[in-house]
Nanobody, 127 residues
Framework: QVQLVESGGGLVQAGGSLRLSCAAS????????MGWFRQAPGKEREFVAA????????SYASSVKGRFTISRDSAKNTVYLQMNSLKPEDTAVYYC????????????????????WGQGTQVTVSS
């Protein structure tokens, strides 16, 4: 069992930055690929970014590429999402997710591939 707790959300003006954190506990963090997803009101959950457990393989949604950066600190059992140049359309509840993988370079980009989810953190970008 893995527990995930997100933090770092809040209200920011367009063009601003936020860094989300997702702290994992319960099992060894190193065997898990991690992902960030978001869900805006009235919309389906969508993929944002993913990182392999080695940190060497990363993927981004096209809507955030060049603005968001995913990273992980295995010593702290934490994955981060640095969000820069935020836009009003980035407003959503952001969730982190974890899934075990036997490959150090593999990651997942679909929500149904992840077993463990955090409770979410609200990000609101004002225009």
């Amino acid at each position: 069992q893995v527990q995930l707790v997100e933090s770092g959300g809040g209200l920011v003006q367009a063009g601003g930055s936020l860094r989300l954190s997702c702290a994992a506990s319960g099992r060894t963090f190193n065997n898990y690929a991690m992902g960030w997803f978001r869900q805006a009101p009235g919309k389906e959950r969508e993929f944002v970014a993913a990182i392999s457990w080695s940190g060497g393989s990363i993927s981004y949604a096209s809507s955030v590429k060049g603005r968001f950066t995913i990273s992980r600190d295995s010593a702290k059992n934490t994955v981060y999402l640095q969000m820069n140049s935020l836009k009003p359309e980035d407003t959503a509840v952001y969730y982190c997710a974890a899934e075990v993988t036997i490959s150090r370079s593999y990651f997942y980009t679909r929500g149904n591939e992840y077993e463990y989810w955090g409770q979410g953190t609200q990000v609101t970008v004002s225009s």
